[in-house]
């Protein structure tokens, strides 16, 4: 079973700078999920939202084990 480790959250502003590029530089339609990706603000806020769920899932894994 998959669960986040703290150097893969760590990742996640890299990961989200990534795929604004490639939302900012791909000629096809974006899907709305990806939509945020491309605001800077709104990538933040959802780069911070995903870090604190996946932060609160180590903590709920590490205190069940």
Request: overall charge negative; charged content about 20%.
């Given at each position: 079973?998959?669960?986040?480790?703290?150097?893969?959250?760590?990742?996640?502003?890299?990961?989200?700078?990534?795929?604004?590029?490639?939302?900012?530089?791909t000629d096809v339609a974006v899907p709305p999920e990806m939509q945020p990706l491309a605001d800077p603000s709104a990538r933040r806020q959802l780069v911070t939202r995903m870090t604190k769920q996946l932060s609160n899932q180590i903590a709920q894994y590490d205190t069940n084990a």
């Open positions: 079973m998959y669960r986040p480790l703290e150097p893969a959250i760590e990742l996640l502003p890299a990961v989200a700078e990534i795929a604004a590029w490639g939302v900012k530089y």
